[in-house]
Antibody, heavy 120, light 113 residues
């Protein structure tokens, strides 16, 4: 059974860079069939797609966040990583990693999510 | 960006009754390559990630009870639960995967009346 697990600091300061890693188990991130992505959900609010990556390293970002986002993949570790720079309180959210069969979804497997709070 | 608008924001239905959630896209999300609508429905329970219920507007995912059905085309879509069960209490989201960025509706909260 495919599983995804987010990891990283739960607290960050304004202007810093947020870094989260998603570890995939029960399947290979090197599959040519799937894309791997990040989606976030501010507390009590809706879902926002951040971006996706293909095993080859091709990336696709939400234009609203593109200037601050970098997603990378490490196929040897079966992991992919999100870096979000210059964070503010507005970036406080539960961050999910997820798998999709298409660049834009739908997202059929999700991690449990990790809450990242940005506060001084 | 394609704007996805769900209605209602919240809904209370009696056990065993039908629940219908609507989702409207700001433009057509019909994918010409397969003549299918690029719409998905998710269910999210408190403290859990979203769960994919339906893709391509009407294709139910494996393991999803058949009381869940998706329909619609073009810009207007529905998720119907034919006979509400207690375990269906959740937030429901639609999502378009037709264009970048993929976007979600604001969510509909389903409760028991």
């Amino acid at each position: 059974q495919l599983q995804l697990q987010e990891s990283g600091p739960g607290l960050g300061k304004p202007s810093e860079t947020l870094s989260l890693t998603c570890t995939v188990s029960g399947g290979s991130i090197g599959s040519t069939t799937y894309y791997w992505g990040w989606i976030r959900q501010p507390p009590g609010k809706g879902l926002e797609w951040i971006g996706n990556i293909y095993y080859s390293g091709n990336t696709y970002y939400n234009p609203s966040l593109k200037s601050r986002v970098t997603i990378s993949v490490d196929t040897s570790k079966n992991q992919f990583t999100l870096k979000l720079s210059t964070v503010t309180a507005a970036d406080t959210a539960v961050y999910y990693c997820a798998r999709s069969g298409n660049v834009r979804g739908p997202f059929d497997y999700w991690g449990q999510g990790t809450l990242v709070t940005v506060s001084s | 960006d394609i704007v996805m608008t769900q209605s209602p924001d919240s809904l209370a239905v009696s056990l065993g009754e039908r629940a219908t959630i609507s989702c409207k896209s700001s433009q057509s999300i019909l994918y010409s390559s397969n003549n299918k609508n690029s719409l998905a429905w998710y269910q999210q329970k408190p403290g859990q990630p979203p769960k994919l219920l339906v893709s391509w507007a009407s294709t139910r995912e494996s393991g999803v009870p058949d009381r869940f059905s998706g329909g619609g085309s073009g810009t207007d879509f529905t998720l119907t639960i034919s006979s509400l069960q207690a375990e269906d209490v959740a937030l429901y989201y639609c999502q378009q995967f037709y264009s970048t960025p993929p976007t979600f509706g604001q969510g509909t909260k389903l409760a028991i009346k």
